[in-house]
């Protein structure tokens, strides 16, 4: 299974809502990624876990949450959103950390598409 | 602090012909990884090819290859017969380190156009 997925595929919500998005993988890939990318632009890293432990924060707005319950799951719980945090938003993995390394490729998820009215 | 260049905001090319998309990056790193990802309008970023920084030879992968030329900071994608299914955004991207764990940086995107 060289597969990432992500549910749901499109979310709409409000900004007073509470929601999450899930991403798994059964690669036993012991990094996982959460990316946000606007239209027409790259992605923008957002969190980094390792062997389970958030090792990277890009400064995210605490509306944003995510959750890394066991080495296969992803979580990013999602509360009081913005207008502006409409994106797409992609979940990633890769074998472990050291990206410099061959074979540490991240593999995508195929994203959920996220509207905050 | 690692930084990758794309100038090729959009190419287009004939079907069957080859293609280059030009990538350069700049980073103080000694070990480091380069990538190419192809992100075609559904959404999902696909990898395409790896460069390990102390690799000699160009990656290849099927009709995909990488022009890496380290003096030079470049990492250029070759296609070869462009099929119209390769019309898509293609990302370069080079690995960094930051609080012990590394990240991807990409670079602006080129979007490719393959005309019939």
């Known amino acids: 299974d060289t597969e990432v997925t992500q549910t749901p595929k499109h979310l709409v919500m409000g900004m007073t809502n509470k929601k999450s998005l899930k991403c798994e993988q059964h690669m036993g890939h012991r990094a996982m990624y959460w990316y946000k990318q606007k239209a027409k632009k790259p992605p923008e890293l957002m969190f980094v876990y390792s062997y389970e432990k958030l090792s990277i924060n890009e400064s995210v707005p605490s509306r944003f949450s995510p959750e890394c319950p066991n080495s296969s799951l992803l979580n990013l719980h999602l509360h009081a959103l913005q207008p502006e945090d409409s994106a797409l938003y992609l979940c990633?993995?890769?074998?472990?950390?050291?990206?410099?390394?061959?074979?540490?490729?991240?593999?995508f998820g195929p994203g959920t598409r996220l509207t905050v009215l | 602090a690692q930084k990758i260049t794309q100038t090729q905001p959009g190419m287009f090319v004939q079907e069957k012909e080859a293609v280059t998309l030009d990538c350069t990056y700049d980073t103080s790193d000694q070990s480091y990884g380069l990538f190419w990802y192809k992100q075609p309008s559904s959404g999902e970023m696909i990898f395409l090819i790896y460069q390990g920084s102390y690799d000699e030879q160009n990656a290849t992968e099927g009709r995909y290859s990488l022009n890496f030329q380290k003096a030079r900071k470049s990492a250029n994608l070759v296609i070869s017969a462009s099929q119209l299914g390769d019309s898509a955004m293609y990302f370069c991207?080079?690995?960094?380190?930051?609080?012990?764990?590394?990240?991807?940086?990409f670079g602006k995107g080129t979007k490719l156009t393959v005309n019939p």
């Open positions: 991207a080079m690995s960094g380190t930051q609080g012990g764990s590394e990240k991807l940086v």
């Open positions: 990633a993995s890769s074998q472990d950390h050291i990206l410099a390394f061959p074979y540490n490729e991240q593999f």
